[in-house]
């Protein structure tokens, strides 16, 4: 399992757009996608659960990857979330 904790930097936190892309993201990874913010973990690749953690400007989210292309998929997951929250 490989894990990247970031910190959101956007001014609307995770909103509709960027978290729309993201969920696209990470549903073409085979692994399992997780992220959790205040001991709330959710899937990853469900846009409901991802908006619904509720994620603001500063606050903390840790994002999980296990399975067979880990590796890939922290990579370009962790470099969404720097690009784009």
Same mark, same amino acid.
């Given at each position: ?6 910190? &959101?930097?956007? #001014? ?35 846009? /409901? ?10 606050? #903390? ?9 880990? #590796?890939?998929? &922290?990579?370009? /997951?962790?470099?969404? /979330?720097?690009?784009?929250?």
């Amino acid at each position: 399992m490989k894990e990247f904790t970031y910190v &959101i930097k956007d #001014e609307q936190g995770i909103h509709a757009r960027p978290a729309g892309l993201f969920v696209k993201e990470a549903a073409a990874c085979e692994c399992a996608v997780t992220i959790s913010k205040d001991g709330k973990e959710v899937d990853a690749k469900r846009i /409901l659960g991802v908006m619904g953690l509720g994620a603001k400007q500063g606050q #903390e989210i840790v994002l999980k990857c296990d399975g067979a292309d880990e #590796e890939e998929a &922290i990579a370009k /997951l962790s470099k969404f /979330l720097e690009e784009n929250l």
